[in-house]
């Protein structure tokens, strides 16, 4: 449960991320790594290495207001941090001792949809309804007709063109 419960956590952040549109939720994002990296700051056990973790992390947060890979980026470097703080320092949540240990499993998660340019996830899915309902329409080819299999080669050609 332990390592369920932060990774669907993660594809929950992605999929209430999925409700903001474009630009606005790579900004939003890019903010929310950069409080996500200031999250020691108040005793997290390393010193004034927090304070240099933050002016880094923040600096590549910064990068991230234009660019996902840097919002990927800055996750991957959270997760570092709380790896950590798991084995080393202070749990980010001082009352639950395993919150770092949570926090490193869920980051790399919001991380990979990062680093895939945080599409929709809502959108994704759609898709995925509207290629099936597509698919349950099309009429089956039948063997033998040279006929179907001409359209059926046709209708394929078009939609790769579409995709390009």
């Not at 390592?3 to 903001?20: F, K, R």
């Not at 890019?30 to 304070?51: D, P, R």
């Not at 959270?78 to 490193?104: E, R």
């Not at 996830?121 to 009429?139: C, H, K, N």
Request: glycine content about 10%.
């Amino acid at each position: 449960m332990i390592y369920v419960v932060p990774i669907l956590i993660g594809l929950l952040y992605a999929l209430l991320m999925s409700l903001i549109r474009e630009p606005h939720r790579r900004r939003f994002n890019a903010i929310m790594v950069a409080g996500a990296g200031a999250a020691y700051l108040s005793g997290g056990g390393f010193g004034g290495w927090e304070f240099l973790f933050t002016v880094v992390a923040t600096y590549v947060a910064y990068r991230g207001l234009e660019s996902w890979t840097f919002i990927g980026i800055a996750w991957l470097m959270h997760t570092a941090w709380d790896v950590l703080h798991h084995l080393k320092g202070n749990p980010i949540v001082p009352f639950a001792h395993t919150s770092s240990l949570g926090c490193a499993i869920c980051d790399p998660v919001i991380a990979l949809w990062c680093l895939r340019g945080g599409p929709s996830l809502i959108d994704l899915v759609r898709g995925w309804f509207t290629r099936s309902r597509i698919a349950e329409q099309e009429p089956a080819v039948s063997s033998g007709t040279s006929e179907s299999v001409t359209a059926t080669a046709g209708h394929s050609r078009a939609r790769c063109e579409k995709a390009r």
